[in-house]
């Protein structure tokens, strides 16, 4: 990501930002020779569109097309757009320049640990009152990183460890648990990384941005590599796996963003990193396990693990009484196909949580659908030997009963949502290169800070 905090110098051109209706009275403005060459060039100003301003002696500046709403997303190619080895400063009257600078610095991102991009992006002067927007964007990034780092680089002791040195950055604090604390403490994700030689490990994050703030609860689901174990996944399905850790980086993101903005909260951020594998030593179909809550589950399915990740993980937040709890997943398929690769499933038992969200993503353009926790369904997860299934056996609404199997470990009256992401980009757009992403997590820190204004 490239960023520049510098102040403006004469060094830097101007990117001025114009909408397609807007187009004539700009280049009325330029001097006739580039006016000339705007004209000539065929730039029409779509959105995300630039066209250079020529000068006399080089160049004179560009012009970056945008929407007649404006997004962010307006500006996500621009850094490698333009010309190598530039500098740029936002120019004219910009409707929000913070988003600018986020959607620049989103543009800018590139995963470096195993290719080298042919050029670097070009840096923008950063305007006023915008160093939260470059904070988001580095939270982002590096989320993006995590769940880009392939699973021989980053198992679950890499991802707590990860986790604990994020708190530890911005004076948190973090424990670890792993072994014979997490099998006792945590027994069903614990069992999930049995059949893994890389042992679980749960990272348990607190920080006080005001130690009388209201509790808000993170779990992430941090499976570094999911196989599918002896419900073995097909190798298609398998490719992209080293995203299952997805729900955790967006977490991670998300708390990261809330503890530069220094938000008067107190957080709990719960990290379950494990590794769903096959091995003689692997969870088998029909076992049945214990959870913290003390409720059994059968397995019905071993690739509904991340789940059984969780399940743990809401006890134990539920059990520290927070004013929140909210977890992320790259948690089913079905989700995916009701809703495609860009939209979040939002659950939550709280409509008005609910709405807070729905209403946060609309207004920073990190949109989520919400899904409905249809009491009907609940049964599909009845069990002959078990409190429950971690699966139906029915072929439909897959995220729906997911979502039911999570909120049996919540209590009725504890606020709690539920994030079903993808936390992929399929292929690069701007602002959004391929590879991994932290849906929702603007949104989620979206809400937080109205949360926290409105207390």
Partial sequence: MAASGQAQTVSSAPLHAVSAPDLPAFIATLAAPAAAFIRASGFTAKPGEIALIPAADGLAGAVLGIGPNFSLWDYGAAPWALPEGSLWHLAGNIADPADAVLGWHLGAYCWLRHKQPQRAPVELVLPPHCDLAVAMAEAICAARDLINTPAMELGPRELAKAAAELAERHGGRAEIITGGALSEGFPCMAAVGTGSPRAPHLAVLHWEGDANGPLIALCGKGVCFDTGGLDLKPSAAMLRMKKDMGGAAIMLAVAE????????????????????????????????????????????????????????????????????????????????????????????NDDALAEKLLRAGAAVQDPLWRLPLHDGYDSWL????????????????????????????????????????????DATRPGRPEGGEAQAARAIFAMLRDFAKGM
């Fill in 382 to 425: 009845d069990s002959p030997f078990a409190d429950l299934s971690n699966v139906s056996q029915k072929p439909m609404a897959g995220a729906v009963t997911a979502a039911l199997f999570l909120r049996r470990f919540v209590p009725q009256d504890q606020p709690w949502a539920h994030f079903d992401v993808y936390a992929w980009n």
């Fill in 257 to 348: 963003m809330v503890m530069r903005a220094k938000l008067p909260l107190r957080l709990l951020v719960l990290i379950g990193a494990v590794e769903n594998a096959v091995s003689g030593q692997a969870m088998r179909p029909m076992d049945v396990l214990r959870t913290r809550k003390g409720l059994r589950v059968e397995i019905g399915n071993t690739d509904a693990e991340g789940r059984l990740v969780l399940s743990d993980l809401l006890q134990f937040a539920a059990e520290q009484n927070p004013a929140l709890i909210l977890d992320a997943a790259t948690l089913t398929g079905a989700a995916r196909v009701a809703l495609g690769p860009d939209l979040p499933a939002l659950f939550s």
